[in-house]
């Protein structure tokens, strides 16, 4: 069974960092599109990267230079490195995979990041 | 950047009824075309991809057809556990990018 578990949101001020964590489970994430999208409260869906199986990794221009996506084959795991946070950037974070193409066949459960002073 | 335009914001039907949801791309992107549903508090789940292609396990009252800059999102008949907001997101050109979605609520 595809699973997917992000952790590591939680309250930062502006300007701060945070790293997100995404364990998965049920398939291996370097075989996989790996993606970040996230919802900021009461708003709709915002694509903010995707990492290739090869490595490429591609950013929202919102978060360009800010952000990092990363993954760890042995581990299993995804990443996204925050960095100069902005109370814009609030929201809840989902990672999502797909095997084949850059769609979002599976998604966690989310975590929520709150950017405030 | 790509924008996708969803139309319309939100809609009201009675079980039963067909409902059909539009999103139109402001430049072309081939059937590089996905729709999500997101209920109430809950993760998005993939319904369609590829433009028409129905994702396992969803039900086939869900189709999906367009290709180049109009696309649709068909549900035949609406149940009471289609209740959410359902977007759609082009993956032809980076950034991708998501319509602004539409909540379909049930009369």
């Known amino acids: 069974e595809v699973l997917l578990v992000e952790s590591g949101g939680g309250l930062v001020q502006p300007g701060g960092s945070l790293r997100l964590s995404c364990a998965a489970s049920g398939f291996s994430v370097s075989n996989n599109y790996m993606s970040w999208v996230r919802q900021a409260p009461g708003k709709g869906l915002e694509w903010v990267s995707v990492i290739y199986s090869g490595g490429s990794a591609y950013y929202a221009d919102s978060v360009k230079g800010r952000f990092t996506i990363s993954r760890d084959d042995p581990k299993n795991m995804l990443y996204l490195q925050m960095d100069s946070l902005r109370v814009e950037d609030t929201a809840v974070y989902y990672c999502a995979r797909d095997p084949s193409h850059i769609y979002a066949m599976s998604w966690g459960q989310g975590t929520l990041v709150t950017v405030s002073s | 950047d790509v924008q996708m335009t969803q139309s319309p914001s939100s809609v009201s039907a009675s079980v039963g009824d067909r409902v059909t949801i539009t999103c139109r791309a402001s430049q072309g992107i081939s059937n590089w075309l996905a729709w999500y549903q997101q209920k109430p508090g809950k993760a998005p789940k993939v319904l369609i991809y590829g433009a028409s292609n129905l994702q396992s396990g969803v039900p086939s009252r869900f189709s999906g057809s367009g290709s180049g800059t109009d696309f649709t999102l068909t549900i035949s008949s609406l149940q009471p556990e289609d209740l959410a907001t359902y977007y759609c997101?082009?993956?032809?050109?980076?950034?991708?990018?998501f319509g602004g979605g539409t909540k379909v609520d049930i009369k």
């Open positions: 997101q082009q993956a032809h050109i980076f950034p991708l990018t």
